[in-house]
């Protein structure tokens, strides 16, 4: 039996932000704009009504073009990634930390260009500007720690939830592995049984359920790493088991197939409909002297895909039980569609049917 293994239940580390070109330029422009009315605040507040305009520029420029080197190398560091956003408030006073460094560097550089550009302060206005430039920069700081912890735990929250869907995709996948191979012993112990039993009264025969059971096997082989595969193929392996019962039952039964052609382009779980028609097959005519019939109809229909499977010489005891063949079954069919699919068995016509439905898919 396939061992199903289980995913690791926490996401691995954050890396890395991908940061949308439209939000960069946003905060960008966002940023310059606050820092260019706090900084024209401060010139019509530290000087005279009669400051002139090329005075503003030489005060603003240097205050901009740092805010602009700033954030681009911001934006493209990976240090709010730690420590973990899960707890906010650690988060926040480790890179508040950073602050004071910050302030220096930047009324370092701003006061600088300033210098360069030929601003010249005496010793109060630079104080009260430094004052004012450190403020700025604090609220600044506050400001685009906020946008990051939103940032950075959007990211998470989206890597834990694609993390999540992945693995919810691992076990539903294991699983189906789990249920599919459960099949194949099954089936292979019971057709083997058959070319044993075969072999003691019509060698010829068994020998040519010996070479059905290869060409079914080859095709299952096929079709093994996939769990859906196209209706029509799903049928070609269902006519080659009946094949090899027909050749085990001979003249006992008789297989009729109705069979929409629009349905099969229809995507179906593989291996589905062989429990289905072994079943027919052993309560229908293994358990009868008779002769039997079995009718496999697949019909579709506003976008639903119905299967059904019957068989004469058996019905329904009021005290019937699903065997493990049903409910694999089912269960693989809760995996892959959820609510959307459903099979059911009831007596019918002198016998039982076996009906299944499947919402319409298509094999990409």
Not at 172 to 186: D, G, I
Not at 339 to 351: E, I, M, R, V
Request: glycine residues 4%.
């Amino acid at each position: 039996m396939a061992e199903v293994i289980a995913p690791s239940p926490n996401p691995p580390p954050l890396t890395r932000v991908v940061w949308p070109t439209a939000l960069v330029v946003g905060v960008i422009v966002l940023m310059i704009l606050l820092n260019l009315l706090m900084t024209v605040e401060m010139t019509m507040f530290a000087h005279s009504p009669n400051f002139r305009l090329p005075q503003l520029t030489i005060v603003i420029w240097p205050s901009i073009v740092t805010m602009i080197m700033w954030l681009l190398v911001e934006v493209r560091s990976t240090r709010y990634l730690e420590p973990s956003s899960e707890r906010p408030v650690r988060w926040v006073f480790h890179h508040m930390r950073r602050l004071p460094l910050l302030i220096i560097a930047f009324i370092a550089i701003t006061y600088g260009l300033r210098y360069l550009s030929g601003y010249r302060l005496n010793f109060v206005i630079w104080l009260v500007g430094a004052m004012y430039e450190s403020l700025k920069v604090t609220l600044l700081y506050c400001c685009w720690l906020a946008l990051m912890f939103g940032v950075v735990s959007f990211a998470r929250m989206r890597q834990q939830t694609e993390h999540l869907l992945n693995a919810q995709k691992t076990l539903v996948e294991a699983k189906l592995t789990q249920l599919k191979a459960q099949l194949r012993p099954h089936f292979l112990f019971n057709t083997l049984n058959t070319i044993s039993a075969l072999m003691q009264v019509d060698v010829a025969r068994a020998d040519r359920l010996v070479t059905l059971l290869g060409d079914l096997l080859r095709a299952n082989l096929n079709a093994s790493e996939r769990n859906v595969v196209p209706l029509e193929e799903e049928l070609q392996l269902l006519r080659q088991y009946a094949e090899i019962m027909q050749e085990r039952f001979v003249g006992r039964v008789t297989v009729e197939w109705e069979v929409d052609s629009n349905a099969l382009r229809a995507s179906v779980p593989t291996m589905v409909l062989q429990p289905l028609l072994e079943n027919a097959f052993k309560h229908g005519v293994e358990r009868n002297a008779g002769s039997e019939h079995i009718r496999v109809v697949v019909h579709y229909s506003a976008d639903v895909l119905q299967i059904a499977i019957h068989n004469t010489g058996s019905t329904l005891s009021q005290t019937y039980q699903d065997g493990w063949g049903l409910r694999n079954c089912r269960e693989r069919l809760r995996l892959l569609y959820g609510a959307a699919a459903s099979l059911t068995l009831n007596n019918a016509d002198s016998g039982v049917v076996a009906s299944m439905t499947l919402p319409w898919t298509e094999i990409a």
